[in-house]
């Protein structure tokens, strides 16, 4: 099985004039603390162009810039919860990307969605005046269209279906997304312990991306009088990599991105595939900031 994917596009399946259906790593990192080599946690889905973000980081716009997606095709934007690392750059984004749109954005999550645009219209509103005036834009909240969910739903937008389901991240209200659009299948889990709604929502999926903490080697770098605590608490709302791999495996779905990763100290990422192969036999990687995984295509939905 694959151990990695090299970063190049791959030919289109879609026929000539399409591009591939692909899902590009924009933030891998898990977790609220900066780190050096990873962004915080977006994922984008890309078919024919159009873009949906899961979840938008610290940071999402430049590395959206960076892996060369066009901010004029933003479609949609779905949070999966309020942790920071998740959803600090949700406003900013359309706000930065507001001179490229031409269609409203929608932005779908669990509230208080609606109330973050409305304080960011709040925070910006010297800015958004100056570049209507300058521009003769609308006002930049023409272009959001929030939709907030608190259980389990399902949407259909712009040829997209996009199905939630409530997910296990205690306290949190967190969500899990499947999107089905353009002959692919792919779900994301936010950030969840092992959760069977998760397994019933990815069923033969073409794509899993599926957070993962490495523990393996945790109690290494913990204080001892606390290792035990917080083991148990990243145990009780996060997936390790066997974890993942086993939602996988009952889901039966065709591939895994282990993203984003947690980690207490450096692991390399044959040790995390080494955990998830374990239990999953088909093709899975290890996230990484602006890696790129085509999609099979399964038939039209």
Same mark, same amino acid.
């Given at each position: 099985?694959?151990?990695?994917?090299?970063?190049?596009?791959?030919?289109?399946?879609?026929?000539?004039?399409?591009?591939?259906?692909?899902?590009?790593?924009?933030?891998?990192?898990?977790?609220?603390?900066p780190k050096a080599a990873r962004r915080p946690v977006s994922h984008a889905l890309v078919i024919d162009g159009e873009v949906t973000?899961?979840?938008?980081?610290?940071?999402?716009?430049?590395?959206?810039?960076?892996?060369?997606?066009?901010?004029?095709?933003?479609?949609?934007?779905?949070?999966?919860?309020?942790?920071?690392?998740?959803?600090?750059?949700?406003?900013?984004?359309?706000?930065?990307?507001?001179?490229?749109?031409?269609?409203?954005?929608?932005?779908?999550?669990?509230?208080?969605?609606?109330r973050i645009f409305d304080l960011h219209y709040e925070a910006f509103a010297t800015d958004i005046e100056s570049r209507m005036q300058?521009?003769?834009?609308?006002?930049?909240?023409?272009?959001?269209?929030?939709?907030?969910?608190?259980?389990?739903?399902?949407?259909?937008?712009?040829?997209?279906r996009i199905t939630a389901a409530l997910v296990e991240h205690p306290p949190l209200r967190a969500f899990a997304y499947r999107i089905?659009?353009?002959?692919?299948?792919?779900?994301?889990?936010?950030?969840?312990?092992?959760?069977?709604?998760?397994?019933?929502?990815?069923?033969?999926?073409?794509?899993?991306?599926?957070?993962?903490?490495?523990?393996?080697?945790?109690?290494?770098?913990?204080?001892?009088?606390?290792?035990?605590?917080?083991?148990?608490?990243?145990?009780?709302?996060?997936? =390790?990599? /066997?974890? #993942?791999?086993?939602?996988?495996? %009952?889901?039966?779905?065709?591939? +895994? !991105?282990?993203? $984003?990763?947690?980690?207490?100290?450096?692991?390399?990422?044959?040790?995390?595939? =080494?955990? /998830?192969? #374990?239990?999953?036999?088909?093709? %899975?990687?290890?996230?990484?900031? +602006? !890696?790129?995984? $085509?999609?099979?295509?399964?038939?039209?939905?």
């Amino acid at each position: 099985m694959p151990r990695a994917y090299a970063p190049e596009l791959a030919e289109s399946p879609a026929g000539p004039g399409r591009s591939a259906p692909e899902v590009v790593v924009l933030g891998s990192a898990g977790g609220p603390t900066p780190k050096a080599a990873r962004r915080p946690v977006s994922h984008a889905l890309v078919i024919d162009g159009e873009v949906t973000l899961v979840d938008c980081g610290n940071g999402v716009a430049g590395q959206y810039v960076a892996a060369g997606l066009d901010l004029g095709r933003l479609r949609r934007i779905l949070i999966s919860h309020h942790h920071i690392d998740h959803v600090a750059d949700v406003a900013t984004l359309v706000h930065l990307a507001w001179s490229q749109l031409e269609d409203p954005v929608a932005v779908i999550g669990p509230p208080p969605l609606r109330r973050i645009f409305d304080l960011h219209y709040e925070a910006f509103a010297t800015d958004i005046e100056s570049r209507m005036q300058d521009e003769g834009r609308p006002h930049l909240r023409e272009f959001v269209q929030i939709t907030e969910i608190d259980c389990d739903s399902a949407l259909e937008h712009s040829g997209a279906r996009i199905t939630a389901a409530l997910v296990e991240h205690p306290p949190l209200r967190a969500f899990a997304y499947r999107i089905d659009q353009g002959g692919a299948s792919i779900c994301f889990s936010g950030d969840t312990r092992p959760s069977t709604a998760l397994a019933a929502l990815a069923q033969d999926a073409d794509l899993l991306v599926h957070e993962t903490t490495y523990l393996a080697n945790a109690a290494d770098f913990l204080p001892a009088a606390r290792a035990a605590q917080v083991l148990a608490r990243m145990r009780a709302v996060h997936s =390790d990599p /066997a974890g #993942a791999a086993w939602i996988a495996s %009952a889901a039966g779905v065709g591939a +895994l !991105l282990l993203s $984003p990763v947690g980690a207490f100290g450096p692991v390399a990422d044959e040790e995390i595939l =080494d955990e /998830a192969t #374990a239990s999953f036999s088909g093709p %899975a990687w290890v996230g990484s900031d +602006l !890696l790129r995984v $085509p999609l099979p295509i399964r038939g039209d939905i």
